[in-house]
């Protein structure tokens, strides 16, 4: 399989994640959408590492996921928080900072 | 048409359709159990690109524990729908100006893109048509036990950060 479909596809999966930043209105679906862009990008990691013969692409995945876990972990908490506050998970309901 | 571009096409189809409904509904639950399938797909092709200990972390760590994160706070916080009368009215999507500039931007971005790709040599190279593939996992933690000792460190440390800010942010204050 060429390196180039992987490309691709890679590529088609982080502009989706990208669409959902900003189509969604709901901030776990805006975190679901990072971990779909985080994933895209492990792809192409892990299809370089490959055409390469190295394991670096492997191993750069392992780091991605451990970044993406405690993204996940802190995100998630801090969600908790604001639905606590705002009894919403609309970003339009947290705009308290916006000149 | 060999059976691997056959089970690439499958794989891929199955991590775009999962990861489409994931930001297609407005139900987060249902985003949630949708990526859960693309990560399938993603694994497989992990499996394609003979690194078969990727493909079985991505299920254990992220079908397994993160997503399982993400379902316990949706069902903790019983997150409602999002409202589309509510989105049609409020999305930043509809203010006019937006609208003409992201799809300018877009279409712009897309066509460098493509532009790129067209002109980048070797993307059709197979990716097993010039190395051996290395997927033992010994040979994987030798690497990363000493090239990248110290990224491995420092990731012991975000990882406690994490811990500590999450229990921290997530604890119901006394008053």
Redesign the interface.
């Known amino acids: 399989?060429?390196?180039?479909?992987?490309?691709?596809?890679s590529?088609?999966?982080f502009a989706?994640?990208a669409?959902?930043v900003?189509?969604?209105?709901?901030i776990?679906?805006l975190?679901?959408?990072v971990?779909?862009m985080l994933?895209a990008v492990?792809?192409a990691f892990?299809?370089f590492?490959?055409?390469?013969?190295?394991?670096?692409?492997?191993?750069i995945?392992?780091?991605v996921?451990?970044?993406?876990?405690?993204?996940?972990?802190?995100g998630?908490?801090?969600?908790?928080?604001l639905?606590r506050h705002r009894e919403s998970?609309?970003p339009?309901a947290f705009t308290s900072l916006k000149w | 048409m060999g059976f691997d571009q056959f089970l690439f096409f499958v794989f891929a189809g199955v991590a775009v359709l999962g990861s489409l409904l994931v930001i297609g509904q407005r139900n987060p639950i249902y985003s949630v159990l949708a990526l859960i399938v693309a990560f399938f797909g993603l694994s497989g092709l992990y499996v394609l690109l003979e690194a078969p200990f990727v493909a079985v972390v991505q299920i254990i760590i992220y079908a397994g524990a993160i997503m399982v994160l993400f379902l316990f706070t949706v069902m903790l916080l019983n997150v409602p729908r999002e409202d589309a009368a509510e989105w049609d009215r409020a999305h930043p999507y509809y203010r006019p100006w937006a609208l003409r500039v992201g799809t300018a931007l877009a279409v712009v971005m897309a066509l460098q893109l493509g532009w790129a790709l067209s002109r980048t040599p070797g993307l059709g190279v197979g990716v097993a048509d010039e190395r051996p593939a290395i997927s033992s996992v010994a040979e994987l933690g030798r690497v990363l036990f000493t090239d990248y000792m110290f990224a491995f460190e420092v990731t012991s440390i975000l990882i406690i950060v994490a811990m500590v800010g999450a229990v921290a942010l997530a604890r119901k204050r006394e008053s």
């Open positions: 399989m060429a390196i180039g479909y992987y490309l691709v596809l590529g088609l999966l989706i994640g669409a959902g900003f189509l969604r209105r709901n776990i679906t975190l679901l959408s971990e779909i994933n492990n792809l892990v299809a590492g490959r055409q390469l013969g190295t394991v670096d692409g492997q191993i995945t392992f780091f996921m451990t970044v993406a876990a405690a993204e996940a972990a802190v998630l908490a801090l969600v908790i928080g639905f998970l609309n339009e």
